[in-house]
């Protein structure tokens, strides 16, 4: 049974346009929510997260934005670059007051940024 | 601020045999993970370390597979035997007392 979802094996989208990927989850415990990038054969790379009691977080061209009621999250990136095209990764994390539990991921998204 | 190393970064073996990965965390980080991807999916936790001492290994097959955490610094991942499906990447991760995890290249064991 898989906690943390995301349909879209991959997404094409074109260079300076808004990339939005979806993840969904099952679990109400959770209180965090993570977005990793991952280049291949490298790790990933922390890109931005958001709090259970918040709907949106934005850094720079990045914006999470989540729906509790839904149990849905959606990363924005806008304008999309050619740099960005990698593996995305949904996560989520319960936080247990002295850390972070492991992170529950989901499958992850290829975003391909077309020029 | 140097990143998680890991070693090896490949590993080729038989089914049966042993196979052992390392990790060294970043410095200071009390926290450190270890995740298994299989191709195709997410990565998985298979244990998790607070210092030296275990918090979570509630997904780590315990008939083969043993992580220990000397001295609260670095760690090492064993598997004893390996079975085809074992073939994965390795990751681990370190953290302080923050949700952000960093992680190492990872190791790509491929198990024939």
């Known amino acids: 049974d898989q906690q943390v979802k995301q349909n879209s094996p991959s997404l094409s989208v074109q260079e300076g346009r808004i990339s939005i990927l979806n993840c969904d989850y099952t679990?109400?415990?959770?209180?965090?929510f993570l977005w990793y990038k991952k280049y291949p054969a490298e790790g990933p790379t922390f890109l931005i997260s958001?709090?259970?009691?918040?709907d949106k977080n934005e850094d720079g061209r990045f914006t999470v934005f989540l729906n509790k009621s839904a149990k849905h999250l959606s990363l924005h990136i806008v304008p999309s670059q050619p740099g960005d095209s990698a593996v995305y990764f949904c996560?989520?994390?319960?936080?247990?007051?002295?850390?972070?539990?492991?992170?529950?991921f989901g499958k992850g998204t290829h975003l391909i940024i077309q020029p | 601020e140097a990143g998680v190393a890991q070693s090896p970064r490949y590993k080729i073996i038989e089914k049966r045999q042993s196979v052992a990965f390392w990790c060294n965390p970043i410095?200071?980080?009390?926290?450190l993970y270890w995740y298994q991807q299989i191709l195709g999916q997410g990565p998985k936790l298979l244990i998790q370390?607070?210092?030296?001492?275990?918090?979570?290994d509630s997904q780590l097959p315990k008939d083969r597979f043993s992580a220990e955490r000397l001295k609260g610094v670095d760690s090492t991942l064993k598997i004893q035997p390996a079975k085809l499906e074992d073939s994965a990447v390795y990751l681990c991760?370190?953290?302080?007392?923050?949700?952000?995890?960093?992680f190492g290249p990872g190791t790509r064991l491929t198990v024939l």
């Open positions: 991760a370190s953290s302080r007392w923050t949700l952000e995890q960093f």
């Open positions: 410095s200071g980080h009390a926290t």
């Open positions: 958001i709090s259970s009691i918040k």
């Open positions: 370390f607070q210092n030296n001492g275990v918090v979570d």
């Open positions: 679990n109400s415990m959770f209180d965090y």
């Open positions: 996560a989520t994390a319960v936080y247990s007051g002295g850390g972070a539990d492991g992170l529950t």
